[in-house]
């Protein structure tokens, strides 16, 4: 603290002989140690009140969105200023404009910051007393932690593919993960449904269930809505299907803590948590990260200044690849510097703020994503100097997530993974000069407009911002309830596109399409835009190829050139009670591994097709092995809840065996000969009659020694 406080008051001298309106002396001079003792009182006096006022004014600002919050810290942090100054005695003659004091108080804060900082890195016995005591202080308002095994992080590196981590960990771009591989972990690919992306993923990792959700945005006749992953009521509603299916709460139910995510995962403590944050009153503390990271003037004004360089990096990287005239190339202005700001910066620090909290307070089970590389990936492309400096900026944040628990009351394993991946290429609409819309419209007979409009980018990163926000919004320009007419309805979700027919009550069939919208099918499908459709059980792909999914090898057949197990993938999706009357899948070259999204993303992600499909699972040595590569996010979250039960974590009940499932709820490999198939009649809609179900609370007891 005395090392602090001289670096504070040396700061203030410095700044007082450098700034024209910021003086500590009176107007006839003093001598050299009368200002030096004048900085140090009101050095002294700033840090005071930064301790002691600083946390009850956050708590307070709380109420206001946290993107307000980071623009108010300036402000605040000059207040204090002010009013340290004002603590020194009328004759020293301190005094600074309010504008001067705005660049005095953070230039203080970032010095005594960096300097603790300096200090910690220096001295480890400093930094693991400091640690200690934080640890203890949590553990006396918790009590001890409840078990007695290690506890168990999973960190999601959101849209990090197989391919990627291994070569970034190859090049030295992440130097934790590459030592992590070399001394104590392994990792092995993982295959997502046909519908790769966050929203599906997250839900069956977190809570056991893909069931009837088949893209990132879909249309469902029976209520007329939309549903968007990322919209907070819709995450609700798709978290409140899957507990009321597996009759289960999620894989953090007993001491867990989500952070950063889309959905809860039973947690009881959370932080920028989508599907709550669509709730009113006390009950939802998805913001109560904010606090416990901004209660620290440091914090706010280091991710303040590290928020502004980034967008200021953002724009300046977008008008390098403007200038060199580089391609694939999507537009990145308007306000998404901001939004990959607050991605891959106050994201980001709040939620490894929130994972090191966890880890003092000794709790049992933590899952964070971080959403940095996804959100860059979308519009920089997913392979390039830009995602690789979001790269080597996570690896720095596991490095110091893992150096934390060496210092926590209780051992820590530590498992990485990722939702999905990236397949790179251009747009559908950059490549043919129409989006899928414009080419659904044609294809019915519509009229078109002569200028096609840009579709709209559906980044998850939004969903961070969103829970940010006291009262969540929908994302910008997406409808909720499409207007009643005759257009079909066309949704994207990366390369893969939605369409719906709200006039044709239950799934249209092929005849049905073909006799309402003659030119349809033949114009979508013989697109060279355009991989393959589903459509009602039948798979159609270019040059007049099509092959029924209940016709053993024919499906395989035609998907071969979309990997292992497309053909099974489709074919889950088409038992889906909620699957659209068309279902789309971009062209694929797999020489080059380029596919052409139906929203503006040059790196992208939703369907079939490259590394899109390939993300990573990995695990210490010292839990069991994995099994075969899993397929689908549910089986990733059978092994999770499998190193649970090792590491003597939160009690979660077993998942049920195939042989006790429904048969329609199988994966075809599951399924014994007789067993009904996807094509036939489809079971019902699993949501109970009043949209109500069996879930079990967000938090429960203690488990009894016996069920142990």
Not at 63 to 75: E, H, Q
Request: aromatic share 6%; proline share 8%; glycine share 10%.
């Amino acid at each position: 603290m005395l090392l602090v406080w001289a670096a504070s008051t040396l700061t203030l001298l410095v700044l007082a002989a450098v700034l024209p309106d910021f003086r500590l002396e009176s107007a006839d001079g003093d001598s050299v140690t009368r200002v030096g003792l004048t900085a140090a009182w009101g050095a002294g006096a700033f840090g005071l009140l930064t301790a002691l006022v600083w946390p009850v004014v956050v708590r307070a600002l709380l109420l206001v969105p946290a993107l307000v919050l980071g623009l108010l810290v300036f402000f605040l942090n000059g207040s204090l200023l002010l009013m340290a100054l004002s603590l020194i005695p009328a004759e020293r003659g301190a005094a600074a404009a309010p504008e001067t004091a705005v660049v005095v108080a953070a230039a203080m804060s970032a010095v005594a910051s960096a300097t603790s900082t300096a200090l910690a890195v220096r001295d480890d016995e400093a930094y693991r007393r400091r640690l200690r005591r934080l640890a203890a202080r949590r553990r006396r308002r918790r009590g001890p932690p409840p078990g007695g095994g290690p506890g168990l992080v999973f960190l999601q590196l959101d849209g990090v593919g197989y391919r990627v981590l291994r070569k970034a960990a190859a090049d030295g771009l992440m130097p934790t993960v590459a030592g992590w591989l070399d001394r104590s972990h392994r990792v092995m690919p993982w295959r997502t449904d046909w519908s790769s992306q966050t929203g599906a993923s997250q839900l069956g990792i977190l809570h056991g269930s893909t069931f009837d959700v088949p893209a990132f945005r879909w249309y469902e006749k029976d209520t007329g809505e939309v549903m968007v992953c990322n919209r907070p009521t819709s995450a609700a509603e798709l978290q409140r299907r899957a507990v009321t299916r597996t009759r289960d709460g999620g894989l953090l139910t007993l001491d867990g803590a989500s952070r950063g995510n889309l959905f809860s995962g039973g947690a009881d403590q959370l932080a920028l948590v989508l599907s709550v944050a669509a709730r009113r009153g006390r009950a939802n503390r998805s913001r109560a990260g904010y606090f416990a990271y901004f209660s620290d003037p440091a914090n706010a004004v280091r991710t303040a200044l590290s928020f502004v360089a980034e967008a200021g990096r953002e724009i300046g990287q977008s008008l390098r690849s403007r200038l060199r005239d580089e391609h694939p190339r999507v537009s990145r202005a308007g306000l998404y510097p901001l939004i990959r700001a607050f991605a891959t910066v106050v994201e980001r620090d709040v939620v490894v703020s929130a994972v090191i909290g966890d880890l003092l307070a000794g709790r049992s089970a933590v899952y964070a994503d971080l959403v940095a590389y996804d959100e860059v990936a979308h519009h920089s492309g997913p392979h390039g100097r830009d995602t690789d400096r979001v790269l080597a900026r996570l690896d720095r944040s596991l490095a110091l997530i893992a150096r934390v628990a060496e210092h926590a009351p209780r051992e820590y394993r530590f498992v990485l993974l990722s939702d999905h991946g990236q397949s790179p290429g251009e747009t559908f609409l950059g490549r043919y000069g129409l989006s899928l819309e414009d080419l659904v419209r044609a294809g019915c007979g519509l009229p078109v407009p002569r200028r096609a409009g840009r579709t709209r980018s559906g980044a998850e990163a939004r969903a961070a911002v969103l829970a940010a926000l006291p009262r969540p919004v929908e994302e910008d320009g997406e409808e909720a309830h499409p207007p009643p007419g005759p257009d079909p309805v066309v949704l994207a979700s990366g390369n893969l596109g939605l369409i719906s027919f709200p006039r044709l009550p239950g799934r249209a069939t092929r005849r049905r399409i073909e006799r309402t919208h003659p030119g349809l099918l033949a114009t979508l499908a013989g697109h060279p835009g355009v991989g393959f459709l589903l459509v009602d059980g039948e798979v159609l792909g270019p040059g007049g190829a099509s092959a029924r999914l209940d016709v053993p090898g024919a499906a395989e057949e035609l998907l071969a050139a979309f990997g292992p197990g497309a053909a099974d993938a489709v074919r889950r999706t088409d038992s889906f009670p909620h699957v659209a009357d068309v279902m789309v899948n971009s062209a694929y070259d797999p020489r080059t591994g380029t596919v052409h999204a139906f929203e503006e993303q040059i790196g992208s992600h939703g369907g079939l097709g490259g590394e899109q499909g390939r993300p990573f699972l990995m695990w210490p040595t010292d839990l069991s092995e994995p099994g075969p590569e899993p397929v689908g996010a549910e089986a990733v979250h059978e092994v999770l809840r499998r190193w649970l039960r090792e590491s003597d974590g939160p009690q979660v009940p077993l998942p049920a065996r195939p042989e006790e499932r429904r048969p329609e709820e199988r994966r075809p490999e599951e399924r014994q000969p007789g067993e009904p198939r996807p094509d036939d009649p489809r079971p019902e809609d699993p949501r109970p009659e009043g949209g109500s179900g069996a879930t079990l609370p967000p938090a429960a007891g203690p488990v009894p020694d016996e069920t142990r």
